[in-house]
């Protein structure tokens, strides 16, 4: 793997405690979590929800849906966000953000955990993603990411962002369930690091941040659990190529 990414393909559990204390620049994340409670009936699936948990080609269902069930979409989701969060304070620098996406029903455990371990809440950002997950209350067509901030309160560095952030969500041939576009992880890495500056992502996934990382020219580490994500995270950055209009050498 090139000098400035590394991936792990392990529990973040036992990767995190061996990173330096203070040595992050800035943590993106998008955990997992219980996902489901309630939502519209799908005649193929009985009374279960929709959207990203099903699969209109053919009527098939999606290899993950039986878990879905129980409202687990992956094996690894039995982790609590008190387990990992603390550990995500200490690593971080002072005067850093950590951004963390959560559904409605998980962002007040959120909330409580990181501000009980000392982060600050500097906003909570709307990722508009114009598409919709049926559901029998509103129709969801967007998703929350928690901002925080360790230490003193630093500026973005695009002063003008929005809260909410419109950016099309992947349609179909996801590498990863709850695959996030590049272009909004772009966004966040963008506002809240520096060129050359250290990205860590604890559930890595299909390894969209890493590419971000790679297309802006962060350093990164991931880390991811599932060997069969970790496998696409690898080849995605491997594959991504980056031309530096800056620079006459690429950085990684």
Same mark, same amino acid.
């Not at 793997?1 to 792990?8: A, R, V």
């Not at 878990?67 to 995500?88: A, C, H, L, Y």
């Not at 802006?216 to 994500?229: L, Q, V």
């Given at each position: 793997? &090139? %000098?400035?990414?590394?991936?792990?393909?392990?529990?973040?559990? &036992?990767?995190?405690? /061996?990173?330096?204390?203070?040595?992050?620049?800035? @943590?993106?994340?998008?955990?997992?979590?219980?996902?489901?409670?309630?939502?519209?009936?799908?005649?193929?699936?009985?009374? %279960?929800?929709?959207?990203?948990?099903?699969?209109?080609?053919?009527?098939?269902?999606?290899?993950?849906?039986?878990?879905?069930?129980? =409202?687990?979409?992956?094996? %690894?989701?039995?982790?609590?966000?008190?387990?990992?969060?603390?550990?995500?304070?200490?690593?971080?620098?002072? $005067?850093?953000?950590?951004?963390?996406?959560?559904?409605?029903?998980?962002?007040?455990?959120?909330?409580?955990?990181?501000?009980?371990?000392?982060? *600050?809440?500097?906003?909570?950002?709307?990722? *508009? &993603?114009?598409?919709?997950?049926?559901?029998?209350?509103?129709?969801?067509?967007?998703?929350?990411?928690?901002?925080?901030?360790?230490?003193?309160?630093?500026?973005?560095?695009?002063?003008?962002? $929005?809260?909410?952030?419109?950016?099309?969500?992947?349609?179909?041939? *996801?590498?990863?369930? /709850?695959? *996030?576009?590049?272009?909004?992880?772009?966004?966040?890495?963008?506002? !809240? !690091?520096?060129?050359?500056?250290?990205?860590?992502?604890?559930?890595?996934? =299909?390894?969209?941040?890493? @590419?971000?990382?790679?297309?802006?020219?962060?350093?990164?580490?991931?880390?991811?659990?599932?060997?069969?994500?970790?496998?696409?995270? %690898?080849?995605?950055?491997?594959?991504?190529?980056?031309?530096?209009?800056?620079?006459?050498? /690429?950085?990684?």
């Amino acid at each position: 793997m &090139k %000098e400035n990414i590394k991936l792990y393909n392990a529990d973040c559990l &036992k990767v995190l405690p /061996t990173i330096e204390t203070e040595s992050i620049d800035l @943590v993106v994340t998008d955990p997992p979590y219980k996902i489901i409670s309630g939502g519209c009936r799908i005649a193929d699936l009985g009374d %279960e929800p929709s959207g990203i948990l099903t699969h209109r080609q053919s009527n098939k269902r999606l290899d993950w849906v039986d878990d879905v069930r129980t =409202g687990k979409m992956f094996k %690894e989701n039995e982790i609590k966000f008190s387990e990992w969060v603390p550990q995500i304070y200490r690593i971080l620098k002072q $005067k850093t953000h950590f951004y963390v996406m959560v559904n409605d029903r998980n962002m007040q455990e959120m909330l409580n955990v990181c501000t009980e371990n000392n982060f *600050k809440l500097v906003n909570i950002l709307i990722w *508009k &993603k114009n598409n919709c997950t049926p559901n029998r209350w509103y129709m969801k067509n967007a998703e929350f990411i928690l901002m925080f901030r360790k230490g003193q309160a630093r500026n973005i560095n695009n002063l003008g962002s $929005k809260t909410c952030l419109e950016v099309n969500n992947i349609i179909g041939n *996801k590498s990863h369930p /709850t695959e *996030k576009p590049i272009e909004l992880l772009s966004i966040l890495i963008e506002n !809240s !690091s520096n060129k050359g500056e250290l990205v860590l992502d604890p559930f890595m996934g =299909g390894g969209s941040a890493s @590419v971000a990382c790679k297309k802006t020219e962060r350093k990164f580490i991931g880390i991811e659990k599932d060997e069969k994500y970790y496998k696409v995270a %690898e080849s995605k950055i491997n594959e991504t190529k980056v031309i530096l209009r800056e620079y006459n050498t /690429t950085l990684f």
